[in-house]
């Protein structure tokens, strides 16, 4: 068998990455998308472990994005585990375990309170033998723009097919009234979203727990994606900004569907949720979208928002899964906190 060893991720070793995500899951990734999504200068802690073989060419990858996560009034750094794969011609030789194995070790040393991720059933007993244990869920929510397209899918039936009647009324049936003295604007620089940075003091009580998004964080993740960057609203109330809503348009053969990947509110202006949320709807079904797709922990205000404006359709469930790393932090713990996730989080949406 051809040797190979593990690493951590080098500068310039995005091109040959992008290409083993191409050969693992059979769809495009340019070295511009994969630094994006994972190149980091702004943290000292390797996190991307690669395999390599004797000519130091990848065959595989476990990464993570360095987040951090307040629980019961604390904050810890963790990591968020993404775009694990092994090329299909040295798969079974333990590929991926060594790798997650080292990468957690490194973590741990550097103060990384525990990992989260959702493994697929690809990683198989390799979930349980290296520690994943299950602490939340993520669902799919569909709402249909143009009602007419989606039953014509369902029908079998070829063509392009306009808005008529039937998508008016249910656009209205889920519609929210204006808001007196609110204003949407879009923005494409992140100094409207430092409003929203870091979180709001929590009570050690509070069982809540949310990743924190702060504006580097939010610029980079939302307004420089690489090829087609994500639409963000802000809302505002006279001069304050209190919600910002971040979407775009995704061609899936025929069909032109949107995503709703962020859905943010200040605390005090739950109020404005679903006035912006039916709003993102407007601007995506203007732009031809046949449907919208969003994510939510089931049961949270997230999933009550969602439903109230007509995401009343479901298309599967993730399961959001730990590994903890830091004796502070119990599984236990995880599993009774209500997790506040959204699809930009992840790598979903």
């Not at 190149?39 to 996190?47: E, I, L, Q, Y």
């Not at 194995?101 to 198989?124: D, K, Y």
């Not at 069982?207 to 610029?219: F, I, S, V, Y």
């Not at 919600?243 to 005090?268: D, F, K, M, N, W």
């Amino acid at each position: 068998m051809p040797p190979w060893r593990c690493r951590p991720y080098r500068v310039g070793d995005e091109t040959r990455l992008a290409a083993l995500f191409e050969a693992v899951f059979d769809r495009p990734m340019t070295p511009a998308h994969w630094a994006w999504k994972l190149a980091r200068d702004d943290d000292p802690v390797p996190h991307v472990w690669l395999a390599v073989d004797d000519a130091d060419c990848p065959i595989g990858q476990y990464a993570g994005i360095p987040r951090q996560v307040r629980l019961e009034g604390r904050d810890y750094r963790i990591m968020v585990a993404v775009d694990a794969m092994t090329h299909p011609r040295f798969r079974g030789r333990g590929v991926l375990t060594r790798m997650v194995r080292e990468a957690h070790a490194a973590w741990r040393s550097a103060g990384v309170a525990f990992v989260l991720g959702m493994p697929n059933e690809q990683w198989g007993s390799r979930r349980a033998a290296l520690g994943w244990q299950p602490v939340t869920s993520l669902r799919w929510f569909v709402t249909p723009l143009n009602v007419e397209a989606v039953l014509a899918r369902q029908m079998g039936w070829a063509g392009r097919f306009t808005r008529t009647p039937l998508s008016t009324l249910w656009s209205r049936w889920w519609d929210a009234p204006p808001l007196p003295g609110c204003r949407v604007r879009e923005v494409v620089g992140g100094d409207a979203l430092a409003a929203f940075e870091g979180q709001a003091a929590q009570d050690p009580a509070d069982r809540r727990a949310r990743l924190n998004r702060d504006a580097p964080w939010m610029t980079r993740r939302l307004l420089e994606r690489p090829q087609s960057p994500y639409r963000v609203l802000v809302a505002y109330q006279g001069q304050e900004a209190c919600g910002y809503s971040a979407c775009q348009i995704q061609h899936v053969g025929a069909r032109r569907v949107g995503t709703l990947t962020e859905l943010a509110l200040g605390e005090p202006h739950a109020e404005v949720g679903r006035w912006l949320l039916r709003e993102t709807l407007r601007r995506l079904r203007a732009d031809g979208a046949d449907s919208v797709l969003a994510l939510a922990v089931p049961g949270t205000a997230d999933d009550a928002m969602l439903r109230r404006a007509g995401f009343v359709f479901t298309r599967g469930t993730f399961s959001v899964q730990a590994v903890t790393l830091d004796e502070r932090v119990s599984v236990q713990t995880l599993q009774r906190m209500e997790w506040i996730l959204r699809g930009s989080d992840f790598d979903l949406i």
